[in-house]
């Protein structure tokens, strides 16, 4: 068990362009003359509903829904961003821990994938893995990915596409994979500024990337690209504000203005929600407040919402049940791995699973996000209710 501990130790706590811009005509801005109303929301119900990943459920008792060890070799790991391709819903794992060390690269990754749509019961996950059934980690030719350089996001166009950290999560790069995930070919360095992790919807023919910059020290910014153009690094644009009531899409990223704030932003999932009329939500963790929070807009440049607490570590049950609460501040839960009983849990990486989502009426939505917890070193598949009010 000594190099599970190393392990997690290791994982602890862890381009040049023009200034050329592009007007969009039609949108507004929050002054008095363009008069963009701010929609609001608001998050109730939120629970866990079972362990995704992992052998053995400590809170509930009995094995894990996908016994991920014995099935997998997979011991533990994080995130869990998710996307369509090729009829499937794949799921992006970060730093992940085999069960015997030398089998993966240190801190690998892997990837999962379901055809699974009934959350209620345990969604099923199989693993892209080598010919003796054991999970593979992906690899991006000249790209380092060790502790704290994972898969960030994906979408599917033709082609998967999916966008990693590296460099100690101070730089992203996007790959491309003609095989589902079995194998990557490296397409372009995306950003070491404003984007270094990233969330990508995909709305008709127009990707958006929303992302942040500096980990757990970042507001939000949003980029968006032509589908047909991923590929190309020069065509993408920055939105940079407003002339007016137009909005402005700079090539120069250091031209971006952010989005929303504070400046905490780490893991963050945007998606546009069909189960919310297309209103854009935003979940990502924060430090203060403390916990998982959510907003809304009508587009994805705003104006968003304030901010909603969707999951707090304490009211929501999380610390004491399925997140550990350290043996130095007291004993009331056993869901802690080996050797880590004095080792606080911690909520991050809130990634949606948008394909659970379902309408409950005209202004609220059922909705499905994984969460990580640290201690256990694990994913948790969550459930919560999000209500919108003047989104019109």
């Known amino acids: 068990m000594r190099w599970l501990l190393a392990m997690l130790a290791a994982c602890a706590a862890p381009a040049e362009s023009t200034n050329e811009v592009e007007p969009d005509g039609g949108k507004t801005d929050d002054s008095h003359e363009c008069a963009r109303v701010t929609p609001e929301v608001s998050a109730s119900g939120t629970a866990r509903?079972?362990?995704?990943?992992?052998?053995?459920?400590?809170?509930?008792?009995?094995?894990?829904?996908?016994r991920t060890l014995s099935r997998f070799g997979l011991w533990g790991t994080d995130l869990g961003a998710s996307f369509a391709h090729a009829g499937r819903t794949y799921f992006l794992f970060g730093d992940s821990i085999a069960d015997v060390e030398g089998t993966n690269p240190k801190c690998g990754d892997a990837i999962a994938y379901t055809t699974d749509g009934d959350p209620t019961n345990g969604i099923d996950l199989e693993f892209v893995v080598d010919g003796n059934g054991h999970y593979t980690s992906p690899a991006v030719p000249g790209t380092r990915l060790e502790c704290y350089e994972v898969p960030l996001d994906g979408i599917s166009a033709g082609s998967m596409y999916v966008w990693f950290s590296t460099d100690t999560m101070t730089r992203s790069v996007l790959a491309k994979s003609d095989d589902d995930g079995a194998s990557f070919a490296f397409v372009h360095a995306l950003s070491s500024l404003h984007f270094v992790?990233?969330?990508?919807?995909?709305?008709?023919?127009?990707?958006?990337?929303?992302?942040?910059?500096?980990?757990?020290?970042s507001?939000?910014?949003?980029?968006?690209?032509?589908?047909?153009?991923?590929?190309?690094?020069?065509?993408?644009?920055?939105?940079?504000?407003?002339d007016g009531c137009d909005e402005v899409w700079s090539s120069a990223e250091d031209a971006a203005v952010a989005i929303f704030g504070p400046a905490c932003v780490g893991e963050l999932s945007v998606?546009?929600?069909?189960?919310?009329?297309?209103?854009?939500?935003?979940?990502?963790n924060c430090g203060e407040p403390r916990g998982v929070q959510t907003r809304?807009?009508?587009?994805?440049?705003?104006?968003?919402?304030?901010q909603a607490s969707v999951f707090e570590p304490w009211a929501n049950e999380g610390y004491c049940h399925f997140m550990h609460a350290s043996y130095l501040w007291g004993n009331c839960d056993a869901v802690h791995d080996p050797g880590r009983e004095d080792e606080w849990g911690g909520e991050y990486g809130p990634y949606v699973v948008e394909s659970l989502s379902r309408a409950i009426d005209a202004d609220t939505a059922e909705m499905y996000f994984v969460l990580s917890t640290w201690n256990p070193y694990q994913t948790m598949l969550m459930r919560t209710e999000i209500s919108v009010a003047h989104l019109q």
């Open 49 to 66: 509903v079972h362990q995704l990943t992992g052998e053995d459920d400590r809170e509930r008792g009995g094995f894990a829904h996908n």
């Open 197 to 217: 992790n990233v969330s990508a919807v995909r709305d008709g023919d127009m990707l958006y990337l929303f992302g942040s910059g500096r980990y757990r020290e």
């Open 219 to 242: 507001e939000v910014y949003v980029a968006r690209v032509p589908v047909g153009e991923i590929e190309d690094r020069s065509a993408y644009r920055f939105y940079a504000g407003f």
């Open 271 to 284: 998606h546009r929600e069909p189960a919310l009329g297309g209103a854009w939500v935003a979940m990502y």
């Open 296 to 306: 809304v807009a009508r587009g994805p440049t705003g104006p968003w919402s304030e």
